[in-house]
């Protein structure tokens, strides 16, 4: 007994150094960049103190949207201001979200703006710039617009983005949807079932067992002027797998053929089926050759997760 006692105090002494080196790695990747950043960009300078929030305190700051970044497990969170004497400030927001593909993942959240070459992905609509690169979602606004700020957003997204000095893979997942017909602005990277209802409403409950250990990727396709919806889902294994086309098909598609595809109400077709851990639902096709389609591609997909 008193053997296994030491072994487990080791175990959890050592389980514990690893969450603090985890810990410290964020937050010294977090202050490199922070130590870093710019006190001045054109004629704003950076307020007297910065901000830092955590998983828990980010409802303080943006009490709306603070459920998304918890959902794609936000670590912290810099906020920087920079002010003019007289005028409107640009706001810095940079966003640790621990892995390449959460940062990612909250990039796709809303893909709407202009397209630009910065980061690994970035995108302006007005007065407001956002982008990823590798663990870090960044955003920066402007509080009201000018041609001078949108210059100065711009100019400090290219600085931000340069002191990032490594790029992160993106979601492995995203190499199992089927190329014919995806529409990749479409695209959105989650694990939370919230999420999936803000894109494409499923149930209110999580049925699809959605969770940080499932990756999901939902994405548009289009086909001869025809339109469907598909969602991937790869958990853990096949049986939880199995599981989850079960319960999705249990309260989505009650009434499937033996096949898996359904004729909605309002005319569309439905699917689901399993390929090894990963769950394909097919949403709100226009036909059901295209659901089919959809659904045989990505069964001949060799896998790669």
Same mark, same amino acid.
């Given at each position: ?101 959460? +940062? ?14 910065? @980061?690994?992905? +970035? ?57 014919? @017909? ?58 939880? +797998? ?13 009434? +499937? ?49």
């Amino acid at each position: 007994m008193s053997r296994l006692l030491f072994v487990l105090l080791i175990a959890s002494v050592v389980s514990g150094w690893a969450l603090l080196v985890v810990q410290s790695s964020y937050a010294d990747a977090l202050e490199a960049l922070h130590s870093a950043l710019p006190e001045k960009i054109r004629a704003w300078t950076v307020d007297p103190e910065d901000q830092i929030f955590d998983a828990n305190t980010i409802f303080s700051y943006i009490d709306g949207a603070g459920e998304v970044y918890r959902a794609y497990n936000m670590r912290r969170c810099l906020s920087r201001r920079y002010s003019l004497p007289k005028g409107p400030a640009i706001v810095l927001d940079i966003f640790d979200m621990g892995t390449s593909a959460d +940062a990612f993942g909250v990039f796709t959240h809303d893909q709407d703006g202009e397209e630009m070459n910065l @980061g690994q992905g +970035a995108l302006y609509r007005p007065g407001w710039l956002s982008f990823w690169k590798d663990r870090f979602f960044v955003s920066i606004y402007m509080e009201e617009e000018s041609t001078e700020a949108e210059l100065a957003v711009r100019e400090l997204g290219k600085t931000v983005a340069s002191l990032i000095k490594k790029e992160g893979p993106k979601p492995r997942i995203l190499n199992e949807l089927p190329r014919k @017909g995806l529409r990749p602005k479409s695209i959105r990277y989650l694990h939370h079932h919230i999420v999936l209802n803000y894109h494409f409403y499923v149930s209110d409950e999580n049925i699809l067992n959605l969770g940080p250990r499932t990756d999901a990727i939902l994405a548009e396709y289009e086909q001869d002027g025809e339109r469907a919806r598909l969602l991937l889902v790869k958990y853990p294994d096949r049986r939880e +797998a199995m599981e989850a086309l079960a319960q999705f098909r249990s309260h989505y598609l009650p009434d +499937a053929d033996s096949t898996g595809i359904v004729l909605q109400e309002n005319g569309k077709w439905s699917a689901g089926a399993v390929k090894g851990k990963l769950l394909a639902a097919i949403f709100e096709a226009d036909s059901r050759k295209l659901a089919e389609d959809i659904l045989s591609n990505m069964m001949k997909r060799s896998p790669k997760t």
